[in-house]
Antibody, heavy 122, light 109 residues
Framework: QLQLQESGPGLVKPSETLSLPCTVS??????????WGWIRQPPGKGLEWIGS???????YYNPSLKSRVTISVDTSKNQFSLKLTSVTAADTAVYFC??????????????WGQGTLVTVSS | SSELTQDPAVSVALGQTVRITCQGD??????ASWYQQKPGQAPVLVIY???NRPSGIPDRFSGSSSGNTASLTITGAQAEDEADYYC????????????FGGGTKLTVL
């Protein structure tokens, strides 16, 4: 059974960089069939796609966050990571990593991590 | 504002049928996927593609689409179906970009 697990600091100071790795177990991140994505959810609000990465390193980002986001992959660790720079209180959210299936006319996220709450505060 | 629009809240009597909708221009070209999220938990995929259910999802969940509107139907709603439901699809510009709807809170009465 595929499992994803986010990790990282729960508290980040304003203007600093949020960094979160997601470790994949029970399957290879190098599978040619899937992307790997990050989604966030501010407290009491809806889901927002941040971006996705293919094992080869190709990335796609939400245009609203593109200038501050970097998603990278480390196939040797079976891990992919999110970096979000210049954070503000508006970036406080639960951050989820997920497996992203993208086909010709459909996109879906079929395996999710449990999510990790990141609070931006001094 | 989201490219995909959902009603904020819907209610259904126990055992009855409910339809949750998702509207957006991209749905004319791409299928919607649907997720169930209960408080404090990660979303769970319930419908993807034309009308596919992942393993373990009850067959009372089904999906359909017409024009710019995708629908998730729960036939014979159960108390445990009370949750937030989100749709997602490719963005209207295509190009691998993804969008989510704002979510619908389903209450089972």
């Amino acid at each position: 059974q595929l499992q994803l697990q986010e990790s990282g600091p729960g508290l980040v100071k304003p203007s600093e960089t949020l960094s979160l790795p997601c470790t994949v177990s029970g399957g290879s991140i190098s599978s040619s069939s899937y992307y790997w994505g990050w989604i966030r959810q501010p407290p009491g609000k809806g889901l927002e796609w941040i971006g996705s990465i293919y094992y080869s390193g190709s990335t796609y980002y939400n245009p609203s966050l593109k200038s501050r986001v970097t998603i990278s992959v480390d196939t040797s660790k079976n891990q992919f990571s999110l970096k979000l720079t210049s954070v503000t209180a508006a970036d406080t959210a639960v951050y989820f990593c997920a497996r992203h299936s993208q086909w010709l006319v459909e996109d879906y996220f079929d395996y999710w991590g449990q999510g990790t709450l990141v609070t931006v505060s001094s | 504002s989201s490219e995909l629009t959902q009603d904020p809240a819907v209610s259904v009597a126990l055992g009855q049928t409910v339809r949750i909708t998702c509207q957006g221009d991209s749905l004319r070209s791409y299928y919607a996927s649907w997720y169930q999220q209960k408080p404090g938990q990660a979303p769970v995929l319930v419908i993807y593609g034309k009308n596919n259910r992942p393993s373990g999802i009850p067959d009372r969940f089904s999906g359909s689409s017409s024009g710019n509107t995708a629908s998730l139907t729960i036939t014979g709603a159960q108390a445990e179906d009370e949750a937030d439901y989100y749709c997602n699809s490719r963005g209207s510009s295509g190009n691998h970009l993804v969008v989510f709807g704002g979510g619908t809170k389903l209450t089972v009465l």
